[in-house]
């Protein structure tokens, strides 16, 4: 069993940053972010692979998003910049503990974090 503590939310305005992170209390393979939004399907931001650091972004998140990690700490975090109102979302961290190479499908992911919220105003 595999805990995620997710961190760093809130209500930002469009243009500004925020730092998310997500601490695993035990082995993982890959951890990622995603998004939802009420009555809308969870979606796919960031991964990191742990070996080898390889890193995935939806298009929406290349270059304004980076995810990080700190392999030692088990934990993971999403930088986000230039903030817009449509990032405004529920933020989940997920985790794999098996290699499933698939690193975007919410349903290869086997935990999940609680969520922060980020709320960018106009």
């Known amino acids: 069993q595999v805990q995620l503590v997710e961190s760093g939310g809130g209500l930002v305005q469009a243009g500004d940053s925020l730092r998310l992170s997500c601490a695993a209390s035990?082995?993982?393979?890959?951890m990622g972010w995603f998004r939802q939004a009420p009555g809308k399907e969870r979606e796919f931001v960031a991964s990191?692979?742990?070996?080898?650091?390889?890193?995935y972004y939806a298009d929406s998140a290349k270059g304004r998003f980076t995810i990080s990690g700190d392999n030692a700490k088990n934990t993971v975090y999403l930088q986000m910049n230039s903030l817009k109102p449509e990032d405004t979302d529920d933020y989940y961290c997920a985790a794999q503990t098996m290699y499933t190479f698939t690193y975007e499908a919410p349903s290869a992911y086997d935990y999940w974090g609680q969520g922060t919220q980020v709320t960018v105003s106009s």
């Open positions: 990191l692979k742990w070996n080898g650091g390889r890193t």
């Open positions: 035990g082995r993982t393979f890959v």
